[in-house]
């Protein structure tokens, strides 16, 4: 069964160095996000994309954050200077191209997730 | 705002009870649900989820969940527990659209032999 794959698994980086992480989402999928959770914390959604450009992103991705695909299977997401508090497990996922209901309103496509790449910033 | 509400933080059953982990949304509009589960040290493994249709779903490794409309609630069941099933359990509610999935806080489930 096709499945996301993250890497790294694990990444330990200082506070103010750059990170990128790496995801490969299902290869018939459109649509990615990322989520992250902070230890002890729910899944809080960051941002997806879908053609190439941000579909939406939440108060958490500001500057610092980016994400981009660079070739037809990654996606990544780039913290430019991280801080502190950016540690957390950061999930993939990547589900199908949408639906349409009856009345032409979008559904939801079941998102599959990855692993997750836990990021310790020093 | 929508949200969801999984007012169990920590459960413990003995292995062969019954289970049931609460959920609670609020949204709207007809909500798009679903229930993860993420074993320690692993990603998030979808178990079931609920677009339209049938109000009692079934998932994978025996789990079940019931949507009521009336009481904004999809909690999830299983009539059997297993040791392998202590995990973290994560309700979800899909907004559609733009897709973006809202979690609640998790209940972490304990099984005693």
């Known amino acids: 069964e096709p499945e996301v794959t993250q890497t790294p698994s694990h990444q330990v980086t200082q506070m103010g160095q750059e990170v990128i992480l790496r995801c490969v989402p299902i290869?018939?999928?459109?649509?990615f996000y990322w989520y992250r959770q902070i230890l002890g914390q729910k899944v809080e959604f960051l941002v997806s994309?879908?053609?190439?450009?941000?579909?939406?992103k939440s108060e958490i991705f500001d500057d610092q954050f980016s994400v981009e695909r660079p070739d037809g299977s990654n996606f990544t997401l780039k913290i430019r200077s991280t801080k502190l508090e950016d540690s957390a497990m950061y999930f993939c996922?990547?589900?199908?191209?949408?639906?349409?209901?009856?009345?032409?309103?979008?559904?939801?496509?079941?998102?599959?997730f990855g692993p997750g790449t836990r990021l310790l910033v020093l | 705002a929508q949200s969801v509400t999984q007012p169990d933080i920590h459960i413990t059953v003995s292995e062969g009870a019954s289970l049931e982990l609460r959920c609670n949304y609020s949204y709207g509009a007809t909500p798009y649900l679903f229930w993860y589960v993420q074993s320690p040290g692993q990603g998030l493994q979808l178990l079931l989820k609920?677009?339209?249709?049938?109000?009692l779903v079934q998932g994978i490794k025996g789990f079940e969940a019931e949507f009521k409309r009336s009481q904004s609630s999809f909690n999830l069941r299983k009539p059997s527990v297993h040791w392998s099933d202590a995990a973290e359990y994560f309700c979800?509610?899909?907004?559609?659209?733009?897709?973006?999935?809202?979690f609640g806080a998790g209940t972490r489930l304990a099984v005693h032999p």
């Open positions: 609920y677009f339209s249709g049938d109000t």
């Open positions: 290869s018939n999928h459109l649509y």
């Open positions: 994309f879908y053609n190439n450009e941000i579909s939406e």
């Open positions: 996922a990547s589900s199908q191209a949408h639906r349409t209901s009856g009345a032409g309103l979008p559904t939801q496509e079941t998102q599959y």
């Open positions: 979800a509610v899909g907004l559609g659209g733009y897709n973006k999935l809202i």
